[in-house]
């Protein structure tokens, strides 16, 4: 348990910015930076088959990889079916950023109970780190 609420705060500011760049021009971005060739990875494939059709109507043929965000060692698999340049599209970049904060606030809750010892007196008190006067 993050007791300071650093977490929270950081996952609330990335969700306010991302619901501010909502229409702000990303996915024209991407569609003038591919040329032909090039792989562009998308967490959903409704958003792939959409830009794959804008990325059409400007001339440009383009590959498309589906891969869910949270799968991170799944992209490296992904080499045998990219070719060109790989861009991956802001709404796989949002969920990869978004399940980082998630996994890194599941961490420090798993290691404050992985790690917690009881006194032996109390049991429902957990062992504290060192303290700066025990060299006393």
Known sequence: MDIYGIGPAIRGAANIYLNQARGTG????????????????FARAEEANRVRRLCREKGKDIRIVVC???ARGAVYDLARLTQGRVYFDHGWIEQFYISALDDAAAFVSE??????????????????????????
Do not use: E, F, M, N
């Open 111 to 136: 290691a404050q109970a992985k790690l917690a010892r009881p006194y032996p007196s109390d049991p429902a008190r957990p062992v504290p780190a060192r303290y700066l006067d025990d060299d006393k």
């Open 26 to 41: 990303r996915t024209s971005v991407l569609i003038d930076c591919v040329a032909s060739g090039d792989t562009v990875i």
């Open 68 to 70: 869910r965000a949270d």
